[in-house]
DNA sequence: TCTTTGACGACTG
DNA sequence: CCAGTCGCCAAAG
């Protein structure tokens, strides 16, 4: 497949494991990127996620900011990754939203404690169905 | 077209 | 604990 589609492909697996955490818990780029096979690919995770369309540009995308639940992903140290003071303050008004205690750190960081809201599953559940067959390959 | 820059993270010194 | 390196690769300059 063209490197486009593959591009893409990513990009949609990136949104539907993002949509299995599930509310009021969050978890890592690098997690999600482990959950999808690539371990070593956890930057292209924030990549697809930028790209992530906004709810009020096109409310009925197939994938936008509302029906993907973007803010329950931060960095791997339990912050909301800095990228434009108003992105990152946005995200933590998103997710203490969902009940998720966000503290300051020294630097003005959002801090989640991920012994609390942390979500951290070894298999992605969509792919546990796909389990129960006797043979199965993994990918 | 080539170079830099990131919503990252494991590893090294 | 902090700083630098590297892998990865789509966008932006």
């Not at 690919?41 to 369309?53: D, E, F, M, T, W």
């Not at 020294?106 to 006797?134: A, N």
Request: include cysteine; charge should be negative; glycine fraction near 8%.
């Amino acid at each position: 497949m063209a490197r486009s589609e593959e591009a893409a492909a990513w990009t949609y697996a990136v949104y539907n494991a993002v949509r299995e955490v599930p509310y009021g818990k969050v978890t890592s780029y690098g997690h999600i990127a482990r959950l999808l096979g690539k371990p070593e690919c956890p930057r292209q995770v924030g990549v697809s996620l930028k790209a992530l369309i906004s709810a009020t540009a096109q409310p009925d995308a197939h994938y936008n900011s509302s029906n993907v639940p973007w803010q329950r992903v931060i960095n791997s140290k339990g912050a909301i990754s800095p990228r434009g003071v108003n992105g990152a303050r946005q995200q933590a008004a998103a997710i203490e939203a969902e009940g998720v205690q966000v503290t300051r750190g020294s630097l003005g960081e959002y801090l989640i404690d991920f012994t609390s809201y942390g979500w951290f599953p070894d298999r992605l559940p969509s792919d546990l169905s796909e389990d129960d067959e006797d043979d199965n390959d993994e990918e």
